[in-house]
T-cell receptor, first 112, second 113 residues
Framework: DAKTTQPPSMDCAEGRAANLPCNHS???????VYWYRQIHSQGPQYIIH???NNETNEMASLIITEDRKSSTLILPHATLRDTAVYYC?????????????FGKGTTLSVSS | EAGVAQSPRYKIIEKRQSVAFWCNPI?????LYWYQQILGQGPKLLIQ????????DSQLPKDRFSAERLKGVDSTLKIQPAKLEDSAVYLC???????????FGSGTRLTVV
C-alpha cells in the first residue's frame, strides 16, 4: 500500500473550517483514500473514504486532486469535540487488500 | 447497533506474568483485527481474522503473543510472558469485510511494571 505524509499538528479556531492535507504521491489506480480519527482514550473512528471523486457525508468532505497525489479532509465547522488525531490511509479496497495501516497522523487542536 | 466490546478496560501486571484480553465484535462482522498502540504512535496491526481463520499475523510476536477466534465470533489475545515494552493500548476492531469501514472498541490499556 502507498505511504502517506501528513503534518504532525494543526490548529483551528472553533467554528472555522479545518482543512487537513495528506500527500500520497505513490498511490496506485486501485487504491482508495481513507480517513479515520482518534479522540483521546477512544479507538479510531471511520470518517470518510474515496477513490477519485470528491465525497461528502455528515461528518466531513474529502477533496482528492485530479492526479490523486494528494487530498484534503475538510471539517466545515470545527468544534472542540473535533480535537483528535486524524489518520490518512491509502489502501486497496477489496477483500484481499491489507488491513488498515496507520501512520502517526495529524493532531488537530480546536480552540475557542 | 452495539459497538465492539473489549475487556478489561485497564490491566496492570508485572513483567513475566501473563495476561489475556477479550473482544466481542459487532454481530455479523466476519473480519476481526487486533492492534497495538504504543503511546504517541498510530495503531499497529497484530493479527487479522476472517471468521475463525487467520488472514495475517505477520506482525504478531509469536514467541509471546497468541490470539484465537473460536467459532468466528469472540476473540482473545494473550501475552505470555509480558515484557515492559508490551505496555500499550490493545485495540480490537471488526468489519463486515476487509474493504469496508472498521469499528473499533475502546481498547485495553496494559501497563507492565
Amino acid at each position: 500500500d502507498a505511504k502517506t505524509t501528513q503534518p504532525p499538528s494543526m490548529d483551528c479556531a472553533e467554528g472555522r473550517a479545518a482543512n487537513l492535507p495528506c500527500n500520497h504521491s505513490t498511490i496506485s489506480g486501485n487504491e482508495y483514500v481513507y480517513w479515520y480519527r482518534q479522540i483521546h482514550s477512544q479507538g479510531p473512528q471511520y470518517i470518510i473514504h474515496g477513490l477519485k471523486n470528491n465525497e461528502t457525508n455528515e461528518m466531513a468532505s474529502l477533496i482528492i486532486t485530479e492526479d490523486r497525489k494528494s487530498s484534503t479532509l475538510i471539517l466545515p465547522h470545527a468544534t472542540l469535540r473535533d480535537t483528535a488525531v486524524y489518520y490518512c490511509i491509502v489502501r486497496v479496497a477489496n477483500q484481499a487488500g491489507t488491513a488498515l495501516i496507520f501512520g502517526k497522523g495529524t493532531t488537530l487542536s480546536v480552540s475557542s | 447497533e452495539a459497538g465492539v466490546a473489549q475487556s478489561p478496560r485497564y490491566k496492570i501486571i508485572e513483567k513475566r506474568q501473563s495476561v489475556a484480553f477479550w473482544c466481542n465484535p459487532i454481530s455479523g462482522h466476519a473480519t476481526l483485527y487486533w492492534y497495538q498502540q504504543i503511546l504517541g504512535q498510530g495503531p499497529k496491526l497484530l493479527i487479522q481474522f476472517q471468521n475463525n481463520g487467520v488472514v495475517d499475523d505477520s506482525q504478531l510476536p509469536k514467541d509471546r503473543f497468541s490470539a484465537e477466534r473460536l467459532k468466528g465470533v469472540d476473540s482473545t489475545l494473550k501475552i505470555q510472558p509480558a515484557k515492559l515494552e508490551d505496555s500499550a493500548v490493545y485495540l480490537c476492531a471488526s468489519s463486515l469485510a476487509n474493504h469496508l469501514g472498521y469499528t473499533f472498541g475502546s481498547g485495553t490499556r496494559l501497563t507492565v511494571v
